[in-house]
C-alpha cells in the first residue's frame, strides 16, 4: 500500500491550501483516515480525523478554518486549510488505517509528508 500526498506549498497568512493523499495497492477496506504535521523542533501532532461514517474531529488550533473531508471511491483524504497561519507552517502527513483483504488485520500507513510554509 502507498500514500501520495500533494498540494504543500508556500503561501502568505491569510492564504488557503488544499492537501491531498490518495492510498493505492490491495486494499479491502479503510476506516479512520487523517491527518499529523510536525513543525521544527516540535513532536507531530494530530490535526484532523475522518471516520468511514464521515465523523470529524480537530485540533483545536485549527477548529473553523481547516476542513478534513474523503472520497471512499477514490481511497482519497483531503484538508482543506483556509485563513493560514505561520504557526500552520509544518510537514503533513497524513494517516490511514486499512485492511488489504478481508482475513487480515488494521494496520496504519503514513504517507511521505508534504510541507507546507506559511508567511507572514
Known amino acids: 500500500v502507498q500514500l501520495q500526498a500533494s498540494g504543500g506549498g508556500s503561501v502568505q497568512a491569510g492564504g488557503s491550501l488544499r492537501l491531498s493523499c490518495a492510498a493505492s495497492?490491495?486494499?479491502?477496506?479503510?476506516?479512520?483516515m487523517g491527518w499529523y504535521r510536525q513543525a521544527p523542533g516540535k513532536q507531530r501532532e494530530l490535526v484532523a480525523t475522518?471516520?468511514?461514517?464521515?465523523?470529524?474531529s480537530y485540533e483545536d488550533s485549527v477548529k473553523g478554518r481547516f476542513t478534513i473531508s474523503r472520497d471512499n471511491a477514490k481511497n482519497t483524504v483531503y484538508l482543506q486549510m483556509n485563513s493560514l497561519k505561520p504557526e500552520d507552517t509544518a510537514v503533513y502527513y497524513c494517516?490511514?488505517?486499512?485492511?488489504?483483504?478481508?482475513?487480515?488485520?488494521?494496520?496504519?500507513?503514513w504517507g511521505q509528508g508534504t510541507l507546507v510554509t506559511v508567511s507572514s
Open positions: 494517516y490511514v488505517n486499512l485492511k488489504e483483504t478481508y482475513g487480515s488485520f488494521w494496520t496504519g500507513s
Open positions: 495497492g490491495r486494499i479491502f477496506s479503510i476506516a479512520n
Open positions: 475522518i471516520s468511514i461514517d464521515g465523523d470529524r
